[in-house]
């Protein structure tokens, strides 16, 4: 049965980001040097609260007052800020539903595995209290609370740049946190998941966060004209935004696009502020569908959005946009450090790994099962992919475990190993996996990606009047559509058959000569909407010759089953 849970300000906030850092994380601009491979990872950003909900804020540099805050810290347990040894057997919390989704980390703490740290820090009547944490060889995760007195109206809590530092100061990778209001202890309750886990048993780290802020929301009016596909600009004058410019396209039938951007006189306002377009009809908000991107860059730096809306639910006339952010009200500097010795010496003799190196399907030479992780809390499945373009060919995922099907997430992988894809499932308390436990992945949903076709198409007599070419596209066929908007070229792909994956971007020449088209649309595999358009930014001339990177195909029906053990 669903939960129907009322989110608080700080859980919306969060909910948010999620949207946001995800994109940010997960979009580097480097890699659009060539494909855009954002559809790839954005659907990540519609999994619920209990997805990894990165969270990043910055101080204002606009006119926020600095205090000179008086630094009190306060002492949980000997030694504070200095290396602690693992102690187990773990106070128990009431974490309410902060943990939805995370199963296996719920199954640790019912069974006394995870480490008590039990370590706070106090600045200005604020507290960040370090409760338990859960290290295996899948993760580390971290259970926090933060005490910042009653939960304001309006008003929200959060860590900027928290992070898990190794002794050289480095880093860890895949790294998120999620905060929770919890109403019956007048906190929030907090967890922090990474990737890191200790090489040997034991190890030294610090966990930090480089400051504590609060939040409000805001809205400012915007006059938006859906009606018109011309770009639209707006001032703002508001937590260092300068201008927003917002460009209306009709994807489909019952969609309607919103690509925007963001231009700032004060940059470092990008880290908080968060913005996006909301539609307002007979005073109800109408948020717009999930899937939507924020905060990749533009061409010149600008904080660029792409919202999508059910077009039956704001009506022309009968809505009213507003621009949303949020302002930051409050910054406390730390150190907000806590030095750790963690440990997984409680998980190892529950955890099993096993070299698999089987073919995703038969005959598969591209997509190779390499490993298996099976620990008290998770179950990671490595894949390894070798082809030009770094993707799973299976879109949806499960594994079955002794008659059992267990959902999964996909992750990035650390930068060093890109081409190495990794599936999580959450264990359940009650699943007991032995050597003999039947363990098949299952891969649904085929989407093959094409290449090949490396031949051009010629745009001729290129003018603000739309143009149309059908093209054959691996059997299928494909409209293209090309016109002028102002100074920029629009170049639009789509096809009746709902085979046809679409087009994922174009460029025009080759070589040093080559421009790449910066999409405009929210494209994401197996989402079924195959219509695409690129934009080139500033085009001369009346003719171009236009290529693919490449295209996809869809196969619903199809499914993949490799039996992991026994």
Request: net charge negative; proline share 5%.
């Amino acid at each position: 049965m669903k939960q129907d849970l009322k989110m608080t300000n700080g859980e919306v906030y969060a909910m948010k980001k999620l949207e946001v850092m995800l994109e940010r994380q997960l979009s580097d601009e480097d890699m659009i040097s060539y494909p855009d491979f954002e559809g790839m990872w954005s659907r990540i950003e519609q999994a619920d609260h209990a997805m990894p909900q990165g969270i990043s804020s910055a101080e204002s540099a606009g006119s926020y007052r600095r205090r000179s805050w008086r630094k009190v810290t306060v002492a949980a347990s000997l030694g504070l800020l200095l290396a602690a040894a693992p102690v187990y057997a773990a106070i128990q919390h009431d974490w309410g539903n902060l943990l939805h989704g995370k199963e296996g980390i719920q199954t640790a703490l019912s069974q006394n595995l995870g480490q008590q740290l039990g370590q706070s820090v106090t600045i200005d009547g604020v507290t960040m209290t370090l409760r338990t944490a859960i290290v295996d060889d899948n993760r580390t995760v971290i259970l926090y609370s933060l005490e910042a007195g009653a939960e304001a109206d309006g008003q929200f809590w959060n860590l900027q740049e928290l992070s898990l530092k190794d002794e050289h100061g480095k880093s860890s990778e895949g790294e998120y946190t999620y905060l929770q209001w919890d109403d019956v202890n007048s906190r929030y309750n907090g967890y922090f998941e990474s990737d890191w886990t200790p090489q040997k048993s034991e190890a030294a780290v610090t966990l930090t966060a480089t400051a504590v802020q609060s939040f409000t929301y805001a809205e400012q009016d915007i006059q938006l004209d859906i009606g018109s596909q011309a770009l639209q600009r707006f001032p703002v004058g508001q937590e260092g935004m300068q201008t927003l410019e917002v460009q209306p396209f009709v994807q489909s039938e019952d969609k309607l696009l919103l690509s925007s951007a963001v231009i700032f006189d004060q940059p470092e306002a990008k880290d908080w502020t968060f913005p996006q377009i909301i539609a307002y009809r007979n005073g109800n908000e109408i948020r717009s569908l999930p899937g939507g991107t924020f905060g990749t860059p533009g061409d010149n730096g600008e904080y660029t959005m792409r919202q999508t809306f059910n077009t039956a639910a704001v009506p022309a006339g009968d809505t009213a946009y507003k621009l949303q952010y949020t302002k930051l009200a409050q910054n406390i500097t730390g150190p907000w450090s806590f030095d750790l010795k963690l440990s997984k010496q409680q998980m190892e003799s529950g955890t099993v790994k096993i070299d698999l190196n089987q073919p995703l399907e038969p005959g598969d030479t591209a997509n190779t099962i390499e490993n298996m992780i099976i620990t008290p809390t998770q179950i990671r499945v490595s894949i390894r992919v070798n082809g030009d373009y770094p993707q799973i060919p299976y879109y949806k995922y499960a594994l079955e475990v002794d008659g059992r099907t267990l959902e999964g997430s996909q992750y990035r992988s650390p930068k060093d190993e890109p081409k190495l894809m990794t599936m999580r499932f959450e264990r359940p308390a009650d699943l007991e996996v032995t050597p003999e436990t039947p363990v098949t992945f299952v891969g649904s949903y085929k989407v093959t990606t094409h290449s090949e076709d490396k031949t051009p198409l010629q745009l001729t007599d290129i003018s603000a009047e739309k143009q149309s070419i059908i093209r054959d596209t691996g059997g299928y066929p494909v409209k293209w559509t090309y016109y002028m908007e102002g100074n920029d070229l629009y170049v639009e792909t789509e096809s009746e058959n709902a085979r046809f994956g679409g087009v994922n971007q174009t460029h025009i020449n080759l070589g040093k000569d080559r421009i790449i088209g910066r999409p405009v649309t929210i494209n994401f595999a197996a989402d079924g909407n195959n219509k695409a358009i690129d934009v080139y930014k500033d085009f001369k001339g009346t003719e171009a010759s236009i290529y693919m990177f490449y295209y996809t195909t869809d196969e619903p029906e199809r499914e993949t089953r490799v039996q992991l053990q026994p």
